[in-house]
């Protein structure tokens, strides 16, 4: 093989699928030791630069000069398809699309709603949904017991009805068809769900308006009444990026942290003779699994230099948050989950004015969840061997289908 | 000695800083950094350092008097 110099085309074709289930693709080494940025081709055709260290990871996201904005030609949608990509742009854009002022004027309305203040009032309420679902699973009449199902698809979908303000009496029906939204099953039956979920959001938010409660969205809306005119179709939207931003990704977090930690015995016993730990094991576990590798991606707006290439305007940057993560120069043996590393600075949330919205949220989520399932499921063991669990792979948000459990 | 100054104007609210240093750093209602001190002293100097490192807009800043 002939070593690449930066700046001319590496031999990756991207997507890439993660072969072992705790590791990067091994493509993602070589790259990295070749150049901070490279340029590789996507399968859906064209070419884009591949961000692959930490630093330059950092510099990129952080960098005003590169677009999140899908619509504009160049961006690299390798991970979307022709369907998907039309729905994208016919319909209002989100924060995630918006560059600069457009942006800070969708997500700065939002913000204190995710205050890490705010988020420790929602503690008890989720700590009750955590421990309701597990008192399920324990009087469960058979076992193994699928975690995706019990525990992690439903948590994240409740903690999110609570901050819509969906009624007790609708839970149901909103776990049910997020569950169906994320499932392996046919595009019509996810279409379906999307389709209920979307008239049925629509009908909360003109409750909201004559009938405001104590939550985000009758918030939003008192907000938007005093400076000026309702946007009720944001508001869907807003809904709905909260949903489908804070869900998979939080309920796939769960189960891979639980199996993360479950074929890491010596550390889950870190973690479980102390639960002060917890907060920092989470760190590494998202730091570890990086979930959400593909999605931040740019597109240049101005000629630069950065990581020792030229980018011209129109060029696509694809930021890959794991291959970062597990840079030997920012996180020493990165290969390693250390639930005791003790440091902050990964990527898994992204970095720059999109960082994730709800990280804290998620955190919170995931402190809980992991404390109380080992606390009060102690002899918690996977059913199945690592080699036989479906991991998601090929999929744009890493995780696994289904994960088997019993005690 | 060291002063943190923060940029209102380009905090996305993301409550790194918070998490990494309470002592110094808090969000106002509308999720924006607010300071409660501008001085750190030495038990509160380093986490202070590793916040502003952390901050995904470079909002926060050091600087020497
Ligand atoms: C472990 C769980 C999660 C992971 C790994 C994750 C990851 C991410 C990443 C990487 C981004 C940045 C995308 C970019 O730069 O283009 C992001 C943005 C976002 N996330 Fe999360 N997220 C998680 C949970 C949540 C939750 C629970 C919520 C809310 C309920 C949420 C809401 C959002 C929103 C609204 C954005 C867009 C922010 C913006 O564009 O300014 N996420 N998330
Ligand atoms: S870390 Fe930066 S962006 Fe986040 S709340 Fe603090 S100042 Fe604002």
Known sequence: MTKSVAGELADLELPVERGCPFAPPAAYERLREQAPINKVRLVSGGEAW????????????????????????GFPLFTLDAATLQQLRSQPPLMLGMDRAE???????????FTVKRLAALRPRIQDIVDHFIDDMLAADRRPVDLVQALSLPVPSLVICELLGVPYTDHDFFQSRTAMMVRRTSQEDRQRAFAELR???????????S?????????????????????????????????????????????????????????LALVTADPGRTPMAVEELLRYFTIADGVTSRVATEDMEIGGVGIKAGEGVIVSMLSANWDPAAFKDSGELDVERGARHHLAFGFGPHQCLGQNL????????????????PALRLAAPIEDLPFKSDAVIYGVHELPVTW | MM????????????????????????????????LLTDRPDDETAAQARAAVALCPTRALSIVQE
């Open chain 1, 211 to 267: 009938e405001p409660g104590d939550d985000l969205l009758s918030r939003q809306i008192a907000r938007q009444r005093q400076n000026g005119a309702l946007d009720h179709a944001g508001l869907v939207s807003l809904a709905f990026l909260l949903l489908t931003a804070g869900h998979e990704t939080t309920a796939n977090m769960i189960s891979l942290g639980v199996v993360g930690l479950l074929s890491h015995p010596e550390q």
């Open chain 1, 103 to 113: 942006h800070s004027a969708a997500r700065r309305p939002v913000i204190g709603e």
């Open chain 1, 362 to 377: 998620a955190r919170m989520e995931l402190q809980i969840v992991f404390d109380t399932l080992f606390r009060r499921i």
């Open chain 1, 50 to 73: 591949w961000v692959s260290r930490h630093e330059e990871a950092r510099a990129v996201l952080a960098d005003p000069r590169f677009s999140s904005d899908k619509r504009k030609d």
């Open chain 1, 199 to 209: 008239v049925y959001i629509d009908g909360l938010i003109t409750r909201k308006e």
């Open chain 2, 3 to 34: 002063r943190i100054k923060a940029d209102t104007g380009v905090c996305v609210g993301s409550g790194q800083c918070v998490l990494t240093q309470p002592a110094i750093f808090d969000q106002d209602d509308d999720g924006i950094v607010t």
